[in-house]
Structures are given as C-alpha cells and as structure tokens.
C-alpha cells in the first residue's frame, strides 16, 4: 500500500474518524484507523463498535492498493503538526507504515486490517433523503439536553421520530427536554429509533451547513448516513424513550415574553452567586417585571430586574439556571416565549412565534 | 411410625442444652451469671484442659439454701422471678431456669453451697435418666461452688464438635472477659491448669476501671479511647470509645452492654459505625466498651436462649440516642484535647482526694482522678466527672508513644547533668506546668453531656469545682479558658517539608501536619455546615423513574413518606411492586437514585431510620472537599500554614481527613532527646 496525498485533504477527515476512536482501549486494534487505497481513492476508518465512521478522499494520483491500521490519534497529530501544504507519501513496508513529508520520516506500529472490526448491519433498510442542514439543525438545537452515564440508558441518547412528512428529534435528560421538529420527505413507514450519545455528536460534526444531501437508512438496529465524504453507521439504543407528548405541558396560561439577549445576561451573572452545586436561581414574576435572585452558601446575593411583557398571576418559582441558559443559547430569535402555569409545574420555552423547537424545564423547589 | 410418648427429663435438658450448652465457654457465661445473680463480690473460674475436663465456679454470694438444693438442678426452676411482671422488667442476669438443668445433663455436675444463714454446706448431684438428684453435707464457705466435670461425655456427637484446648480456652476467657468488663464491682479471677491467668480485683475508682479495661483488652485502646457518659431521654451511656485512628480490621473489640447484659445488637452496631463513618479509614472497624443503662422495662432480653440479642421498644430512639451522642463525642475531638501537658509528678498528691469523689459515684462514673505515678501508663489530669476525652491519648494520632518513654528526668537531675537543656527544657515543662495545669483547657465533652464548664482554677487539682448539670443535646464544648497559655495547642508553624507537610512547635515538641489531609477535613466540614444550613431543594422529575421493589419495600416507602419528603425525596406507588420517582433531591441529580432509594428502604425497614441521602451528600462534599483544598508542592507561607493549625484547632474531627487518615502527630521533646541519647 501506497500512496501520496496533501496535509490538507487528509486532515478533515482523520480529525473526523479519530473522533470516534477512543481514548483507552482494552481492544488494540480499536485505537487505531483503518487505511484502504482502491484505485484512486482512500478510505479512512475509525469504530468503537458502536459507531462506526468511513472517511472517503479522492487522491490525486493512483496509489498502490492495499490495507492495513494504524495508530490514528498518533497519525493525526503529525498530520496536523506538519505545515500547511505539505504534501504526504505513506508507504506500507514491513508491517510498518512510513510517513514522509518533505525531510521528516515517521513509521507507525500496525495491526493487520483483517483484526479490524466491521459495524455488521443486518435486516433491510428504509432509505430517504434529506438536506444536512436541515438535519443539522434538529440536531443542534436539542442535543444539549441528552442525558450523560444516566442508569436509564435510554436517555443518553436522542430520539429521532421519522414520519412521511416530518422528523422529530426529542432529547431529555429526565429534569428537562428539547425537541425539534422538521419538514422532510420520509419514508412510507413511521419510525421511532434512539441513536445513542455519542452516535449523535460524532453525527453532527460531519454534516455542513451547506444545503446538500444526506441520505438517511434505518435498519433494525442501526442508523447509517451517506454523505458525499463520509459514511456514518451507528448501533441504536434498544429501549422505550419516555412518551414526550405527555411532557409537554398544554394548560400554561401565564405567558412571558422577554428579550432573549437580555434575559440570557441575567441569566448569566445570576449564575455566578447560585450554588455551584445545583445552580439554583428564584423567578419572581410580576406585571411586566421579571425578578431572578440568587444565592450561594457563603450567603453572597444577587439579584436582577428585567422589564418583560408578562400580565399573568404573580409567581415565585426556583430553577436550575443553567437550564434555562442552555435555552436561551440554543433559541435564535429576538424574544422568547415562556409558558407557566404555576410554581411546581413545568415551563414551556418556545419562540414566541411558534418556531420549530419546544423546550420543556421543570422547576426546582428551593 | 412409633408411639407418641415424653420424653425422659435427661433427654428433654439435652435438647435443652443443645441451645445453651455448645462449648466450655458458654458453661462459664451460665455459671458466672448466675453467681453474679447472687450477689457475689468475687468470682474465680478454674478450668482443665480448656475447662472440658473440669470447669468450677466459685463465688461468695447468699448461697441456696438446702430445701432448694434439688429444685435448683430441675428444668424451669429459678429464684429470679416468679410472675410475668417480673419477666417483663427482669433485672437479673439470667430467668429462665434452665441453665443448672440443661448443663448436669451433659456433664458431671456437683453444686455445693452454703446458704448465708445456714450453718453447714451442701451438696447436690443430678444422674441417671429420670436426673434423681442426691444431697449430702459438705464443706464449703459460704456461697456456691458449681463444679462440671467431663462435659459432653454422654453426648458424643457434641463432643465431636469442640476444637482443641487452646481454642476452647480462648472461647471461655472471651466469655469471661465480657462478664469482667459488666461488673466492676466483683473481683474475678481465672485459672487454666492451675495457672492464674487472670486476677482482677474490684475496681470501683474510673481508673482502676480503666486499669481493668486495660488489662483485658489492651493498654493500647485505653490509652486511644474517649469517655463517654452521657443521660438523655430515659437513656444512659458510659464506656470508651476508641479514637478513629485506633481502628480494628475486625469487630473484635467491641462490647456493648444493655444494662450489663453483653448484646450483639444489629441496631447498635449500626448506630455505632454510622457515628464513625465520617472518620473511619475504609474497611476498619472502631473498638468500644459501652454500656447502655435504661429501663429494663423497654427492653425485652427474652429474645433468644443465649440472650445475645435484644429488642427495644422503641429502636429509633435508642438508635438516635447512640448515633447522636457518639457522633458528637468523635466530632468534639480537637487537637488541644488529644494534647497533655508534660508530666508532673507532683499532680498526683492532690489526685487522690479528687478521684475520691469519684469512688461513691461507683461504676464508671466520671470523676476520675489521676494518677499517673501509680500505673505509669499514661497520666490524665481532669478532675470532672464527664470529660471529652482521655489526656494521654493523642499518642495515638501517629502511634508515637511519646509518654511510653521513660519519666522525664527531673529538672535539677537535668540541670546537673546538663545545664544548657535544663535552661532549654524548664520552661517548657516544669516551670509551667503549674501554670499550666491550671489554665489547660478543661476537657469536656459536648455540652450535652453535662458540666459544660468546669473552671480549674489552680494548681491543686482536688480543689476542682465539679458541676454536673444535664443539659439538652445542643451546642458544643465550651471554648477553651480565656488567657489560656499564649502558646495555641498545635503550636506555631516553623517551615514547611518538601511541599507536604507542616512542622510546627509547640509547647510540648514537634508537631508534623499532613497539610492537604488536614486542610481536606476544614474544608469539608465547612461545606456540610454550609449546605445543613440551608433548606433542601429538590428537583421534580420531569419524567418520573420508575423502580420495581419488593411489596415490604413499597409499603415502607408509603409509611416512611413524610420522611423521604423531609429528605426531598418524593415516591408514589404505582403499584403493588412498584414505586414511581417524583422528585429528588437536587444535590443527587447525578447519583444513582434508585439504588439509593431501595438501600433507604432497607435501612427503614430494618433500623426504622435512614441516613443513605445524608451519607450520599457527604460523599459527594468530600469530593468537592478534597478537589478544593490544597495540594501537596503548594509552598505556603508561615502565616498561611498558622492559620491552617487556627483553623484545625476549631474545626470538628480535625484529627482526621474525610478518609480516615490521621491529619497530625506530636514528636515530643521526651522523643526528640531520645533520638539524639540526650539527659541519659
């Protein structure tokens, strides 16, 4: 195996791959990725057994075929520490890979690519098409909210509903929840599947914003994801995820609107004085007047005023305030909108004109 | 199938006997009970070849009289109580009238007695199948001797069972060392083959009690352990409590007495550990003598045959009561407390009269005097009845036996020997100690305990004042005297080792501090004081967990609700094994609730309290804790390193960090010379 490629061509796409390998590894083979030359194309390869990622590059001359794994963290880092424009020949010779750039030489240990794991998918797949942006975008704006190491494995994870017309994202860590809802063209057959955490995260870094394709296929226990570059696999989450519907609060009548920017900077030094611990801030609404106050064990306060649109009951509620910021970090529009119905049930965060994204926190009681 | 018949009297104690009678060793709790029922004032145990062969019991109580001789060896014969009412108050060791019978059935039994009026003695052996029994005169002073000969040589199955005679002895001395450790008053004394293995006199003063405790345990855990006495609620405690860092690997050394009954008791030994899991290093157990007088009325020992297991009325309260007053002995420890001040020999004169005091407040009491010269073990100098903690003990905080060296020489020996360190050394010691002795901090327990403050006021140690006013549980020892000696108890700091640790001197040498151990254990303390003072958020689950329990579970947890409310906790059942997760604490976001939740049931159910929520909270301050306190290779300068020893001097638990280990020691003078061979 050889070939000759630019610092920058195979740069993006090992970062990509060698975000899924981990760290430690009990499995060896698992640190490192999977080189492949076919002709005139490289494929990079890079799995936990969970997730599985394929980067594809187009060399510029034919390479000698051939394949084998090498350690990816590692190749990585020279890649990226070399200069800009430097161009690569990375030779197998012995059961050890050369790596020459210009007047420096490196030789990598290697595993054979045979010990290298396949992600096996098996039963058929339902195949549909959608923009990356648009997927992008479901993801983005609820992934904050996915639980992390919770013993319900279920919630590390996000729930991706898929329906003729429509997907869903939903994501919730059991205190609160975010969920998504975009315009497709999906499949005949509604489908609920989990992808877990990590699967969700690795899918988001490889989706650009740009307003090309990306084709989605769901088999029985997995989710795949070609794009142009890449091909992304990854094994579901095999769980029932909470029902979202019932979460969702419908009988709010208290309906706050404030200026998001504004909102999101009291937030913000309100947080400095709560408990580091839990965060805690109090809501104090009133006529058109929204309090936060906040304080810490070492008995430090804040406390804020900010002029709001608000002509419900007045309310005193607590909540985790770095909740409510990942909200207002995640929400783009100018204002936002947040239903209450009374101290211990939970807000409905939303765009005041109905956009696509619903966030649902619970209160705190302080 | 045979016809049904009774069974023979021999044949009905054996299976008797199978219950109570399983080794020498049990034979001896039985006997010596029984003498201690009567009244005795001494007890000596002799026992051959690990008291299979032979086992006597001789005591000087009222003796039985010679018309009872024969009812004694009968089964349900007692002289201890006659009604139900009696039962159910019984201050007696043993009731059940089974003892004498069930162990002539497996042996060869004779019991001589002579009754306290009665002017000859008599004997009384049991034999044969229908257990005839025949009396004859004998001499005997008065008392009772019980003599067992080869036991199990009718049951040779059991017999199969004992192991060898060391093993056996072993049992029996354990036994009787739990009986010795009830009863202060009577002198006992143990002999193996003729060979005294034991001779404890009658210890009525505190420190001939400790004396006692010292020989049957170890002078090791005297010299590391906390009195303890302590009324409240119906409810007393008195005994020792080892310091933390005198942790056992094994539960050997803890008795626990329930109005001087020995019990191994679950509630107890959970109470006792859940007072020293704070300080306790992972996987030790701590060692106590502890002794709980209250009502016989509320405690039922009719629970089990050998009566090694008691049941309370009311298990919370006694649980509350150990739990709280322990946790607040162990946290009131404080440096100044573990520190003596150097010898002086001219204590003792005034110590006697003190300890006196001590003598009419009988077993165990406080009032303890000192004198040193006369054990030369260790030298304590409180002259009050409740005090935190021992004087001497802070050995144990590095197990540095700085006070096992020899008497410090005097100052004129040293003077003349040296009179460079005699300059060096007196004002350390003897000119001060007068002084010192008078304005050293008085050491007492919580306030709780009583006495919240004793004032000594001069040198002479038996003019103490004592007051002994109960108070409730509350508040803390009181602050040391004012225009107590300029020099602070851990001293000033001097320079700081390879980025570790702290020297400091003080008035009594060299002090070494752990500095992130300690400075971990401030900063931990102050955390919990700061979260216990506010109130509990909780955080309502937006998607409520649902854990599947065992139907008890569930209906504890329905029982229990105001509790788990109080905790932050909020459970609803959903079903007749399953519970639905409101709320929790806010503090537990991260934490495995669920399992939390079932341990607290388990406790609930089995100990009526739980205090998993609490523990889990500590655990996760501790980390908190030990990530924002300093690290070794952090140079500190001499005031930062000043006020660290400020700050452990008032902090709770101080002499241990948050995992149990030992946060400081003392290298005394005494130490220091003996390093260098100087004064010899």
Redesign the interface.
């Known amino acids: 195996m050889k070939f000759v490629i630019s610092r920058e061509a195979l740069l993006r796409p090992l970062q990509l791959v060698a975000g899924v390998v981990e760290k430690r590894q009990t499995l060896p083979v698992l640190s490192n990725v999977l080189l492949q030359v076919r002709g005139q194309q490289l494929s990079l390869t890079g799995t936990d057994l969970e997730v599985e990622l394929i980067g594809r590059v187009t060399l510029d001359e034919v390479g000698i075929e051939g394949e084998i794994t090498v350690p990816g963290k590692k190749l990585m880092d020279i890649c990226r520490s070399l200069p800009d424009g430097a161009q690569l020949e990375i030779a197998l010779e012995d059961q050890r890979v050369n790596v020459r750039s210009g007047r420096s030489r490196f030789t990598l240990s290697t595993l054979p690519a045979t010990e290298f794991p396949n992600v096996d998918s098996v039963g058929e797949e339902k195949t549909f098409a959608m923009s990356q942006q648009v997927l992008r975008r479901a993801i983005d704006r609820t992934s904050f909210a996915m639980a992390q190491q919770d013993v319900r494995y279920y919630l590390n994870g996000m729930l991706f509903e898929v329906g003729q017309d429509s997907l869903r994202t939903v994501a919730t860590d059991g205190h609160r929840l975010a969920t998504c809802r975009v315009d497709i063209s999906g499949p005949d057959e509604a489908r609920q599947i989990i992808l877990p955490r990590k699967g969700v995260l690795e899918l988001a870094k490889l989706l650009t914003d740009a307003d090309v394709s990306v084709t989605l296929a769901f088999s029985a226990n997995h989710l795949r994801a070609h794009t142009e570059n890449f091909s992304f696999t990854s094994k579901l989450v095999d769980g029932k995820f909470p029902d979202y519907t019932r979460v969702i609060p419908k009988n709010g009548t208290n309906v706050l609107i404030a200026n998001r920017q504004e909102l999101r900077q009291v937030f913000a030094r309100t947080a400095i004085l709560s408990n580091e611990k839990y965060r805690g801030v109090r809501l104090l609404l009133s006529t058109d007047i929204l309090q936060v106050f906040a304080n810490n064990p070492e008995q430090e306060e804040a406390e804020e005023s900010v002029g709001v649109h608000y002509n419900g009951a007045s309310l005193e509620m607590g909540f985790n305030v770095s909740y409510l910021q990942d909200v207002m970090s995640v929400i783009a529009t100018e204002n936002v909108k947040m239903t209450l119905s009374d101290a211990n049930s939970s807000a409905l965060l939303e765009e005041p004109e109905g956009g696509d994204s619903v966030y649902v926190v619970m209160p705190m009681r302080l | 199938m045979s016809k049904i018949h009774l069974l023979s009297p021999r044949l009905a104690n054996q299976i008797a006997a199978g219950e109570v009678v399983e080794r020498p060793a049990n034979i001896v709790k039985e006997l010596v009970e029984n003498a201690l029922d009567a009244g005795a004032r001494r007890i000596e145990v002799d026992a051959e070849q690990g008291g299979v062969k032979l086992l006597r019991v001789r005591d000087d109580g009222c003796g039985i009289e010679q018309d009872d001789l024969a009812l004694a060896l009968s089964r349900h014969a007692t002289s201890k109580i006659t009604t139900l009412d009696d039962l159910e108050a019984v201050m007696t060791m043993g009731f059940r009238g089974e003892a004498l019978a069930s162990i002539s059935s497996v042996s060869r039994l004779t019991l001589t007695s002579r009754f306290e009026q009665a002017e000859q003695a008599w004997q009384v052996t049991a034999e044969g199948r229908d257990m005839q029994t025949s009396v004859a005169p004998a001499a005997h002073p008065q008392g009772t001797t019980v003599e067992v000969r080869d036991l199990f040589f009718n049951t040779p199955a059991r017999r199969k069972f004992l192991r060898t005679e060391k093993t056996e002895f072993g049992h029996l001395e354990e036994h009787l060392k739990k009986l010795a450790l009830s009863r202060y008053d009577v002198a006992f004394t143990l002999r193996h083959n003729n060979r005294v293995i034991h001779q404890l006199r009658v210890a009525d003063r505190g420190i001939e009690q400790e004396r006692r405790v010292a020989t049957l345990l170890s002078p090791d855990f005297i010299d590391h352990a906390i009195h303890v006495d302590t009324e409240a609620a119906g409810l007393q405690l008195k005994g020792w409590v080892a310091l933390p860092t005198y942790s056992r690997s094994q539960t050997d050394m803890q008795y626990f007495y329930v109005n001087g009954r020995a019990v191994r008791d679950k509630l107890v030994v959970h109470a006792i550990r859940q007072a020293y899991r704070d300080v306790l290093y992972n996987g030790r157990h701590p060692a106590f003598v502890l002794y709980l007088e209250l009502d016989p009325k509320l405690v039922d020992v009719n629970v089990h045959p050998t009566k090694h297991e008691v049941r309370f009325r009311d298990g919370r309260l006694v649980h509350d009561f150990l739990f709280r007053t322990l946790h607040q002995v162990l946290g009131n420890i404080r440096p100044q407390d573990q520190l003596a001040p150097a010898s002086s020999s001219s204590l003792t004169a005034g110590v006697d009269s003190a300890s006196a005091v001590g003598e009419t407040r009988g077993f165990a009491s406080g009032a303890v005097g000192n004198s040193e010269a006369a054990n030369g073990l260790r030298l304590q100098t409180q002259a009050e009845p409740v005090r935190g903690i021992q004087a001497g003990e802070f050995r144990g905080q590095g197990g540095l036996p700085w006070q096992s060296s020899e008497p410090k020489p005097t100052p004129a020996a040293v003077a003349e020997q040296m009179n460079s360190y005699a300059n060096l050394i007196r004002p350390l010691d003897s000119d001060t100690v007068p002084a010192a002795m008078a304005e050293r901090p008085v050491l007492a327990g919580t306030a709780g305990f009583a006495s919240p403050n004793d004032s000594v006021t001069s040198g002479n140690m038996a003019t103490a004042v004592q007051t002994n006013t109960p108070v409730a549980f509350a508040g803390v020892a009181p602050a040391m005297p004012a225009g107590s000696a300029d020099m602070p108890p851990l001293g000033f700091a001097i320079a700081q080792l390879h980025g570790i640790y702290i020297l400091a001197e003080n008035r009594q040498g060299l002090v070494l501090v752990d500095m992130h151990a300690a400075h971990e254990r401030i900063t931990y303390e102050r955390?919990k004081a700061?979260?216990d003072?506010?109130?509990v958020?909780?955080?309502?689950?937006?998607?409520p967990?649902s854990m599947s329990v065992s139907e008890a579970e569930a209906d504890a947890a329905e029982q229990y609700a105001a509790e788990f409310r109080a905790l932050?906790v909020e459970l609803a059942r959903v079903g007749p094994e399953s519970l639905l997760v409101r709320?929790i604490p806010?503090?537990l976001?991260q934490a495995?609730v669920?399992n939390l939740i079932t341990d607290m049931l388990g406790d609930l159910i089995e100990h009526g309290s739980s205090d998993r929520i609490l523990a889990h909270r500590n655990e996760?301050l501790a980390t908190?804790a030990c990530h924002g306190s300093v690290r070794a290779n952090r140079r500190l300068s001499v005031a930062e390193m000043n006020a660290l020893l400020r700050d452990m001097e008032a902090t709770e638990r101080s002499g241990q960090c948050n995992h149990g280990r030992p946060t400081w020691t003392q290298l005394s003078m005494a130490e220091l010379d003996k390093l260098f061979l100087r004064g010899r």
Do not use: D, K, N
């Not at chain 2, 958020?537 to 998607?543: D, F, G, M």
């Open positions: 955390l700061a979260v003072r506010e109130s958020a909780s955080q309502p689950l937006l998607v967990q932050g709320q806010v503090l976001q495995p669920t996760l908190m």
